[in-house]
């Protein structure tokens, strides 16, 4: 079975900028979490979906957003890039909606200029 | 809210030694699910156990064991037979029920020696 998959792996963008990540569960994995990881914040938790729904959100602005397709698949968006952004983004996927384990992808390192 | 509390940054241990890696986290749960998480200079993210609160018997995966002592909120690592491939930073997390987040620690720098 495929593991968690995300794209790109790597996006270089500039200040003010907007971008989107993709994330692609474990085939009938229907929970889907997004995280930050920075060396100076560590591991934050940004948002999980499950159903379409967004049913957690972390303590981040509005300018993180994201949405969950019909497929499981997600993305996540940052509007109006900031230095502060760059960061590894990490999704990961579970099968069950409660306490399952989450299963990572490789994470998509975002750079800003 | 959930604190998760890694206090050494970095460990060394020798090729076929044993190294255990601390964590303790604070949670007014009853229920709850912890688990330890690989990060190799890959970046990738990879489970080596879970345990859940409610269980007494503490987890095994091959050379990975923990020690879980509820009443202490602490939850160590234990890595017998080390190896070079174990080189990683390891993160200790916790989960409660209906709440779909993980709560990382900062993480502990392990390096295998040969």
């Known amino acids: 079975k495929a593991g968690v998959t995300q794209t790109p792996r790597y996006l270089i963008k500039t200040r003010g900028q907007q971008v989107t990540l993709s994330c692609s569960p474990i085939?009938?994995?229907?929970?889907v979490s997004w995280y930050q990881q920075t060396p100076g914040q560590g591991l934050q938790f940004l948002f999980e979906y499950f159903s379409e729904t967004q049913r957690n959100k972390g303590n981040f602005p509005g300018r993180f957003s994201g949405r969950q397709f019909s497929n499981s698949r997600s993305e996540m968006n940052v509007s109006t890039l900031e230095l502060g952004d760059s960061a590894l983004y990490l999704c990961a996927s579970s099968f069950l909606q409660q306490e399952d384990t989450q299963y990572f992808g490789p994470g998509t390192r975002l750079t800003v200029l | 809210a959930q604190t998760v509390t890694q206090s050494q940054p970095e460990m060394s241990v020798q090729e076929a030694e044993t190294v255990t890696l601390s964590c303790t986290y604070d949670?007014?749960?009853?229920?709850?699910?912890l688990f330890w998480y690989k990060q190799p200079p890959s970046r990738q993210m990879i489970l080596v156990i879970r345990q859940e609160a409610y269980k007494q018997q503490n987890a095994t995966e091959n050379r990975f064991s923990v020690n879980f002592q509820k009443a202490a909120k602490s939850f160590s690592l234990k890595i017998s037979d080390s190896q070079l491939g174990d080189t990683a930073m390891y993160f200790c997390?916790?989960?409660?029920?209906?709440?779909?987040?993980?709560?990382f620690g900062a993480g502990t720098t392990v390096t295998v020696r040969a």
């Open positions: 997390a916790f989960m409660i029920p209906n709440d779909y987040k993980l709560s």
């Open positions: 085939s009938g994995h229907r929970s």
């Open positions: 949670t007014s749960e009853n229920n709850y699910y």
